[in-house]
């Protein structure tokens, strides 16, 4: 699981949200699921992203919050674009337990 934070210097659209499984260790405690594994989605309607553990009995594709569709975006090749303003996206990915060493050159 990665921690991927995307920001907007455009309009301020910031997103902070955890992808991939938690198979290794619990990150999410307050989830007693054996196995999650979550995945960045688009919401045309709301344009924003949303994500959702896609392993999740109640999730069916479709957003939580209006009942849209919700298109699926690879996490191979992840977002570039603000879903708000369409302007480019700042994009930083870091692991969850790598909090406390931030400097390459320690
Ligand atoms: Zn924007
Ligand atoms: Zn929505």
């Given at each position: 699981?990665?921690?991927?934070?995307?920001?907007?210097?455009?309009?301020?659209?910031?997103?902070?949200?955890?992808?991939?499984?938690?198979?290794?260790?619990?990150?999410?405690?307050?989830?007693?699921?054996?196995?999650?594994?979550?995945?960045?989605?688009?919401?045309?309607?709301?344009?924003?992203?949303?994500?959702?553990?896609?392993?999740?009995?109640?999730?069916?594709?479709?957003c939580?919050?209006?009942?849209?569709?919700?298109?699926?975006?690879?996490?191979?090749?992840?977002?570039?674009?603000?879903?708000?303003?369409?302007?480019?996206?700042?994009?930083?990915?870091?692991?969850?337990?790598?909090?406390?060493?931030?400097d390459?050159?320690?």
């Amino acid at each position: 699981m990665q921690i991927y934070h995307f920001t907007c210097k455009h309009c301020g659209y910031e997103l902070k949200l955890p992808l991939g499984s938690s198979d290794l260790d619990q990150v999410l405690t307050d989830v007693n699921a054996d196995y999650a594994d979550y995945h960045l989605f688009r919401c045309d309607k709301e344009s924003k992203f949303v994500y959702a553990d896609i392993y999740s009995k109640d999730f069916e594709g479709k957003c939580i919050a209006d009942g849209n569709d919700l298109r699926e975006i690879d996490q191979e090749e992840p977002p570039v674009k603000c879903p708000r303003c369409t302007q480019d996206l700042v994009m930083e990915t870091r692991t969850p337990f790598a909090d406390d060493d931030d400097d390459d050159s320690s």
